[in-house]
């Protein structure tokens, strides 16, 4: 504790009555004058004095000092200065965020560095400075190499002023000057760009062309090489051609479509060289407002920003190139990816604001598109292990296919059976019952996994399952348990010639106890159309156990009598006897005595009972 501070508070504490008035207004004195330093001390001393205590490795006094800079009313604009007049400061900064033996150190030291970077973002997006530097190119040589230096710190915010002033006619003076400096921008500034060759400006669109290849990123092939395809203007064209030349000039023989493409898949897989900036969470796509005549962006979430970047490209390779299919398998594999992000609503990530109220969900498009793109975009996020996407397409292709198009090959794969062994139960079990909805006819080396799903899928409950995540949850086990035997149904009731529901007896049967009564009943149906004397014989149980509810049996006794029907009689005597007694009992519900004759009848069991029943009624 400091000096002042001791003497502070042995005086507070202590028995006044030993100082008289003189001495202990002296003795205040001394503790102001001792005090007046730390008093006095600005951002600047406090800043200084963390950085210090960081490298001779004094960390206790470190962390106060970061308390006092985060209590201070300094602005992150300030910190920031600071830090970069700093670098090797900022840099013990950092490693002790990343001090694995002082977490407090750490925690402390990393809500510095988050004020700092708030005042980077802020300053290199403030517009007046933004506008400030761009007049500065044309002032001395110091003040343009000054002025470079800060449009490239700030990057994509430079691009709409810097393309702002190129279109002014007033200011041609600075074009020269404008133009250069918009060349030796970094990588962050491609995209703004890139939107912006849609303008109508030849003069400013031939200074993006030059621009983007001396910056040099591949990122920019695409859209120069779509200028070499569709621009009107020869000289437009050449010189995208030369741009292309000082970035790739392989890219020269790619189509633009392709190489959009590939943008797209680099962005689907979150390549690193196309990462944002990282000093706040959100970043931007940037879009051309033709009635405008100038760059426009939207603010974005980062857990989706290279999803909406990879739809972009896909739209553009399509805009290329309307034949290429491709584009749009991998474009609705990056919807569903992006929608992805917005499916744990605790975390409360919207879509953009951009897609707009009555803009149509993944499905939609999904279901719309032909099973080709499905089936690419089902295999891409199979072979990536991603089950986001592979449950959304699986869902899509159950509602608009069939046979032929569920087993659709993708190279030497047919992504649709691929998916009844992927590491997700959602998944496999949504494969499952979109093929057996299908009705297959032809054999193929899946369809025993087909009812291994479907029976491990009609076992699920919301009572068993302790899961509660978007790809799981008690809702969604008793979902998939009612269409797994729903789809069992139809394959029954079909006689479907390549999905053996023998395989599913056992599940069936522990079905038939289950406690949701739709379950039950479904299962007795199934298991009607099973030729087994265990099938029949769980159906006959359900049907007499008194403890299940009137509906239920009913269901059990009009099941039993399909199962007679079509198998004939398979009961034990017991169970027959107990049939038997439960029609010949005048104390039976009408309804549930109607339909157990019914299922007796359907047994064509000998007529003694029958004649038993006739006359035990009689009145003659």
């Known amino acids: 504790m400091p000096l002042c501070s001791c003497a502070l508070v042995f005086l507070l504490n202590g ?80 490693r002790a965020k990343e001090n694995p033996d002082d977490p407090n150190l750490a925690g402390i030291s990393g809500k510095v560095l988050d004020v700092i970077e708030q005042g980077r973002f802020i300053r290199r997006a403030d517009p007046k400075v933004i506008v400030e530097e761009i007049a500065r190119l044309s002032t001395t040589e110091r003040g343009r190499l000054n002025a470079v230096k800060r449009l490239q710190d700030a990057g994509e915010y430079a691009v709409m002023y810097m393309l702002d002033a190129l279109a002014d006619e007033s ?138 970047m990879s739809m972009q490209c896909c739209e553009w390779s399509l805009k290329a190139d309307p034949a290429y299919g491709q584009a749009i398998g991998l474009w609705i594999a990056g919807y569903f990816k992006a929608e992805s992000a917005t499916s744990d609503k605790s975390v409360g990530i919207e879509m953009p604001a951009y897609f707009g109220p009555g803009h149509a969900d993944a499905m939609t498009y999904a279901t719309t598109a032909g099973p080709e793109y499905l089936h690419q975009a089902l295999a891409r996020a199979i072979k990536d292990k991603d089950a986001q996407v592979a449950l959304g397409v699986i869902e899509a292709l159950s509602t608009t296919a069939g046979e032929k198009s569920l087993f659709y090959a993708v190279g030497a794969t047919q992504p649709l059976a691929d998916a009844l062994s992927f590491d997700n139960k959602a998944v496999r079990y949504s494969a499952a019952i979109a093929i057996a909805n299908a009705g297959p006819r032809q054999p193929f080396p899946q369809s025993k996994l087909v009812i291994t799903n479907l029976a491990e899928a009609i076992a699920q409950s919301s009572e ?20 797994a035997a729903k789809a069992m149904l139809k394959i029954a009731q079909n006689c479907n010639p390549v999905l053996d529901l023998s395989a599913a007896q056992n599940a069936l049967i522990a079905a038939t106890k289950d406690k949701r009564a739709e379950i039950q009943m479904l299962a007795g149906q199934v298991l009607a159309h099973l030729a087994t004397p265990a099938a029949q014989q769980a159906v006959a149980a359900m049907a007499l156990a008194d403890t299940n509810s ?71």
């Open 15 to 94: 028995d006044l009555s030993m100082f008289n008035r003189n001495v202990f207004a002296a003795v205040v004195g001394i503790i102001f004058v001792l005090a007046a330093p730390a008093l006095c001390e600005t951002l600047d001393d406090n800043f200084n004095d963390l950085l210090h205590y960081l490298k001779i490795g004094r960390f206790d006094l470190a962390k106060d000092y970061a308390q006092t800079i985060l209590d201070s009313n300094a602005t992150p604009v300030e910190l920031f200065m600071l830090a970069d007049q700093n670098p090797q400061g900022y840099s013990l900064l950092v």
């Open 171 to 308: 200011r041609k003076a600075e074009w020269p000057n404008i133009a250069n400096a918009l060349g030796q921008m970094s990588r962050g500034a491609i995209r703004p760009l890139a939107a912006a060759l849609q303008t109508n400006n030849i003069g400013v669109k031939t200074e993006i062309i030059k621009a983007l290849g001396k910056i040099g990123y591949p990122q920019a092939l695409p859209y120069l090489k779509y200028v070499v395809e569709k621009d009107n203007s020869l000289e437009l064209r050449a010189l995208a051609e030369e741009s292309i030349r000082q970035i790739d000039p392989a890219a020269l023989n790619i189509p633009a479509a392709n190489l959009f493409y590939r943008l797209g898949e680099d962005y689907y897989y979150h390549t690193e060289s196309l990462a944002p900036a990282n000093d706040v969470n959100f970043t931007n796509i940037w879009f051309w407002d033709a009635q405008a005549s100038r760059l426009t962006r939207e603010q974005v979430d980062k857990h989706y920003f290279n999803e909406l």
């Open 464 to 483: 068993q399952s302790d899961e509660n995540t978007p790809m799981w949850s008690g809702a969604l086990a008793d979902s998939y348990a009612l269409r």
């Open 550 to 620: 009137k509906e239920i049996r009913i269901a059990a006794f009009n099941s039993l009598a399909v199962s007679g029907k079509l198998n004939a009689n398979q009961l034990d005597d017991t169970t027959i006897d107990a049939i038997y007694s439960l029609i010949s009992s005048k104390d039976i519900d009408p309804g549930l005595r109607a339909s157990a004759a019914a299922a007796y009848g359907s047994l064509n069991l000998p007529s003694q009972k029958v004649k038993s029943l006739i006359l035990d009624q009689a009145k003659s």
